[in-house]
């Protein structure tokens, strides 16, 4: 079992950052990718960041040149660094863990960007 805990977010006004952090303990060695999802009222949720566990990173579209996800495996952690944050950027968002049998998500957290 993988136990994800997320940190960060919050509402800001629009063009502001916000970092998000998500914690892994457990069985940490199952773990491959890790990422970011995120799921905005009545939409489905969406793949918004990942990286590999050799640090590859992958975006959504919409959020490149603006968000970063990095990872710092000695502390099984996984960051995202969201700037020039967007009204359209609101949403819950959800850390999730790559196991070998298993996706492992975290609580959510709101992330609120008022125009």
């Known amino acids: 079992q993988v136990q994800l805990v997320q940190s960060g977010g919050g509402l800001v006004q629009a063009g502001e950052s916000l970092r998000l952090s998500c914690a892994a303990s457990g069985s940490i060695f199952s773990i491959s990718d890790m990422g970011w999802y995120r799921q905005a009222p009545g939409k489905l949720r969406g793949l918004a960041a990942s990286?590999?566990?050799?640090?590859?990173?992958d975006y959504a579209d919409s959020v490149k040149g603006r968000f970063t996800i990095s990872r710092d495996n000695a502390k099984n952690t996984v960051y995202l660094q969201m700037n020039s944050l967007k009204p359209e950027d609101t949403a819950v968002y959800y850390c999730?863990?790559?196991?070998?049998?298993?996706?492992?998500w975290g609580q959510g957290t709101q992330v609120t960007v008022s125009s």
């Open positions: 999730y863990a790559k196991g070998q049998l298993y996706n492992y």
């Open positions: 990286i590999t566990s050799s640090g590859r990173t």
